[in-house]
């Protein structure tokens, strides 16, 4: 056993680490470009909520890292490790004006100084306060850190609450006014909202009592585990959830899937339109990688294709654009083409490529998006299909002679696709294509020998693909109204397929999970639109590094990447053993 | 993989089907490009007589629309421009010959030392450094871009890549597109979005005449220096003794372990040759370009990672061999087979023609011009 010294090297590391962050946050421009977003109403900004939270962290590692469970050593390592971190930051803030540094580094503005400096004149009288806030935040996070585990855990909670509300404090009093205004009743949702919500953001008292609450309730959620495990453990007969309550669960959802656009609001439903379609292709893409195991990154293909083809079937302004004519079809007759289409180019796109695996397939698939967007961009077809100026005047869909025309309205629609998408790949998984493409998937060699055809087999998966893809891009075109060329980049192919690797690959829930996390929540966050892909990639680097079967993982998933580990833990008894 | 034979035969005959399709369709546009300069009502046979007997060859009847001048710029820009996917695509050779994986971020490390290096030039550029003493500056100005990128693309490996080295072959390439879009928007927040226009060097304006060919100086600085820098890449991983420390651990990890070789350092050292590389190309695409801005490692990536597999990938002197040819393919082609073809505004569809290369090598012969096949092993 090494002597339980006071490990100041790390102390050290971990400090600098912490002030390396700061400055990346400060010339990145997340802290000078959130000064008006409050999450705590005229306590505290979103910007200098970075500065905490990164303190605060950096404050718990290094009393992890260093304290040794011992109370003196872990309020010397968070002083300690603010202090460093925070005199990297006030470095920064002393010599932006003498080097000039907005000359190359364009958010190392007056404006990011007065963040930091509290708006104080001279800013070098705002540099104590800041260094005070630093240390003591840190310091925090290192006695968070010396908390019992359960507390600890629930402190962590009420605090990623706290902040993740207030961030998004706007909507959720939207959303809870609507709720009420349902119900059909306005005095109460404005006392209860007044409790919460100031004019931006929440209120003191909303964030004390929204710290208290998740504290409480992850607490109990923690006692609650304690008493089934023990249950567990003493052999009692598992509860079956009685039918009457599973029926319950389901009228409940049922009628919350009708409702939601009422409770939403026309901005929230326009985002869940999103996050549907992104779900339907979602689940698409989910057949051809997480089922079959064939990577495809030109999955944005199919949905132009079936947006284009709904768009030149039922656009009525096709003679002014482009040498084709009108062909005046309703969205439900050009759908069933659409899809066709979409899965014709499936297979004619999936034939070359039958033979090949892995990354080269990703590449070559990565191609074919890319060939199809720059055609449709190119002056080459522009006579056919609009060029850059793409195609305007799509028809809407109409059931039962109402048109579908706003986001609350089209929601419907879309959330009827992915369930049907939901419903046909859950089908699909379980019957005998669905393990043909898991064979497939785990070996083809050993897929074949069991007299799968790997062909059929293939195509099959990139055909279903396409025709999910298809289907989201002609429901993409009939909510917009037209289409160009620039919204068929790459970035939606890796979009789809981050969200159901963030989800978990080949889980169904999963691709729900992704899609909320990777489509709603960056389109919640209009204001960061600028730091959007930034959050994003570090989101899916994190994610890749800590958690690489996704939220909602399926089973062979796991069982996959958590091989490794579980293979040491049972050769660790026998190695005791012998 | 062994098929089902009957149903080989149809996929067979299928991919048959696209290579002859894709060869008529570049003959037929070459000629037609070419020959679009015959004169009505003149036979063919004239044509050709008219145009191997005539002394002004390569006058505009014989060329096709452009002149054998315009051909020439157009090849010679090809050299330039392909001399810098080359240096790109040697890191993702030696990524790839090391590692199997494909460094999707590549392109990143290149835009972070060109769009870096931007702010050293522009400074020299106004204070007058870079007209009294071109050859220090540039050098400087190359070796800050080199640095950038290397400690990038470092960095990359450190935080990114090595704790995935044993993970299923997915995780590491969403890893690296993760990065790519981190470091996109990482320098965008840094340095702004706008683009940057590097600026001009005095002693690199007009042209140099060359074997009695003149030719723009950027294009020739860019070209010589892309080679330089692969004849001493190439003597690095041939002669050193860490050149051959890396040829040992692509060979096979585990073995290389045993003979003594830090594969840690090792793998980091080879991406910090990439990226050095990267880095250089940056600033001759700066040169040649002049534009730099926080996407612009997209699309050379793209193409560098073609240029790479074309020349078989894990291969250097291939890497460089397949930068080159893409280089001239998409400057010549355009002009030569697509207009040709009566495609409007060809050079609109120059980024087709390299992802249908790109894809047409990966799908009928994904050794590349001269790899052996690794896609059988490790793909």
Avoid at chain 2, 103 to 127: K, L, P
Wanted: aromatic share 12%; charged share 15%.
């Amino acid at each position: 056993m090494k002597a339980q010294t006071f490990d100041v090297k790390s102390v050290f590391k971990l400090g600098g680490l912490g002030g390396f962050t700061l400055l990346y946050l400060s010339l990145v421009g997340l802290v000078s470009n959130f000064v008006t977003r409050d999450v705590i109403s005229k306590t505290m900004s979103l910007s200098f909520a970075f500065v905490i939270i990164t303190t605060f962290l950096f404050g718990y590692l290094t009393a992890r890292r260093t304290s040794r469970r011992n109370w003196f050593y872990a309020v010397g390592g968070g002083v300690m490790s603010g202090a460093i971190g925070i005199a990297c930051l006030i470095i920064l803030v002393l010599l932006t004006a003498p080097l000039n540094l907005q000359a190359v580094f364009v958010n190392a503005s007056p404006a990011l100084i007065k963040v930091l400096t509290f708006g104080k004149e001279p800013f070098t009288a705002g540099l104590l306060p800041l260094t005070g806030w630093a240390v003591v935040s840190s310091l925090t996070g290192a006695m968070v850190y010396m908390l019992p585990p359960n507390i600890r855990r629930a402190v962590i909670a009420g605090v990623v609450a706290v902040i993740a509300i207030g961030t998004l404090a706007q909507l959720l009093s939207d959303v809870v006014e609507n709720i009420f205004a349902l119900l059909g009743n306005k005095r109460a949702s404005g006392a209860l909202l007044k409790i919460f919500f100031a004019k931006k953001g929440l209120s003191v008292s909303g964030a004390a009592i929204i710290f208290v609450l998740t504290i409480l309730v992850s607490a109990f959620s923690a006692w609650r585990k304690q008493i089934v495990a023990a249950k567990e453990q003493s052999g009692a007969a598992q509860t079956q959830t009685p039918k009457e309550i599973k029926i319950a669960v389901w009228i409940v959802s049922l009628l919350v899937i009708l409702l939601l656009p009422n409770i939403f609001g026309s901005y929230l439903s326009e985002i869940v339109v999103t996050v549907a379609i992104y779900t339907l292709m979602g689940f698409g893409l989910n057949i051809v990688v997480g089922f079959a195991g064939l990577l495809d990154l030109g999955y944005v293909a199919f949905f132009a294709i079936g947006a284009y083809t709904m768009a030149l079937l039922t656009s009525n302004q096709m003679g002014q654009t482009t040498e084709l004519v009108n062909t005046g079809l309703s969205f439900w007759a050009a759908l069933p083409i659409s899809i066709g289409v979409a899965v014709l180019w499936g297979i004619i796109l999936g034939v070359p490529v039958l033979r090949m695996r892995g990354d080269y397939l990703a590449i070559v698939t990565l191609g074919f998006g890319e060939i199809i967007r720059v055609l449709a961009l190119s002056n080459f077809l522009q006579p056919k299909i609009g060029g850059a100026q793409g195609i305007l005047g799509i028809a809407k869909p109409v059931v039962f002679g109402y048109e579908l025309v706003s986001s609350q309205q089209l929601y419907y629609l879309v959330v009827a696709a992915a369930l049907l998408a939901a419903y046909v790949s859950w089908r699909m998984r379980d019957s005998r294509a669905g393990r043909s493409w898991m064979a497939m998937r785990e070996d083809e060699d050993v897929a074949e020998a069991m007299g799968i055809n790997l062909i059929k087999t293939k195509l099959l998966a990139f055909a279903t693909g396409a025709a999910f893809s298809g289907f989201a891009g002609a429901i993409f075109a009939a909510k917009l109204g037209s289409i160009y060329p620039a919204s068929f980049n790459l970035l939606v192919s890796i979009n789809v397929l981050s969200l159901i690797i963030v989800g978990g690959i080949g889980s169904l829930p999963g691709v729900v999970i992704g899609a909320v996390a990777l489509v709603g929540l960056p389109e919640l966050l209009r204001e960061f639109s600028e730091f959007r892909m930034l959050i994003f990639g570090a989101l899916l680097v994190g994610m890749m590094l800590f958690k690489p079967e996704g939220f909602w993982p399926a089973a062979a998933q796991k069982r996959e990447l958590h091989e490794f580990e579980s293979e040491e833990v049972e050769a660790h008894p026998a190695s005791e053993a012998a | 993989m062994r098929l089902n034979l009957k149903n080989l035969s149809i996929v067979d005959s299928l991919l048959w089907l696209i290579r002859v399709v894709v060869i008529v369709l570049v003959l037929w546009g070459s000629i037609a490009g070419l020959t679009s300069g015959r004169v009505d009502g003149e036979g063919w046979g004239q044509f050709f007589v008219r145009c191997t007997t005539s002394t002004d060859v390569g006058t505009i009847q014989c060329m096709g629309k452009y002149s054998a001048e315009t051909w020439r710029d157009f090849f010679i820009f090809g050299l330039a421009q392909g001399g810098i996917y080359a240096l790109i695509a040697l890191g993702y050779t030696l990524v790839y010959g090391v590692l199997f994986m494909i460094n999707f971020a590549h392109g990143e490390v290149f835009m972070s030392g060109a769009f870096t290096a931007y702010f050293v030039a522009a400074s020299f550029s106004d204070s007058g450094f870079m007209d009294q003493n071109p050859v220090l500056a540039l050098g400087v100005v190359m070796l800050v871009s080199m640095v950038t990128s290397t400690i990038v693309a470092v960095l990359l490996e450190r935080i990114a890549y090595r704790p995935l080295r044993r993970a299923p072959r997915l995780v590491p390439l969403i890893t690296a597109i993760g990065a790519s879009y981190f470091l996109q928007y990482t320098f965008r927040g840094l340095y702004g979005s706008g683009k940057k226009v590097y600026p001009d060097v005095a002693i690199l304006t007009g042209k140099w005449m060359v074997f009695g060919i003149p030719i723009l100086k950027t294009q020739v600085v860019v070209f010589v220096a892309a080679v330089i820098l692969m004849v001493g890449l190439y003597y690095f991983v041939q002669k050193t003794k860490t050149g051959k420390a890396m040829r040992a651990v692509a060979e096979d990890k585990d073995v290389a372990m045993l003979m003594g070789i830090d594969v840690d350092r090792v793998i980091v050292i080879t991406f910090a040759t990439g990226a050095a590389m990267a880095g250089a190309a940056g600033v001759l695409y700066g040169l040649l370009f002049k534009q730099v801005d926080f996407i612009m490692g997209f699309i050379p990536g793209i193409k560098a990672f073609t240029a790479a597999v074309l020349g078989g990938i894990g291969n250097i002197p291939g890497a460089m061999v397949g930068g080159l040819f893409l280089g001239i393919f998409e400057s010549v082609g355009p002009s030569l087979f697509l207009e040709g073809l009566g495609v409007p505004a060809a050079y609109q569809l120059k980024d087709v023609i390299a992802f249908t290369m790109l894809v047409l090598v990966l799908i009928f012969r994904p050794s590349g011009i001269m790899g052996q096949n690794l896609s059988d092993k490790k793909a």
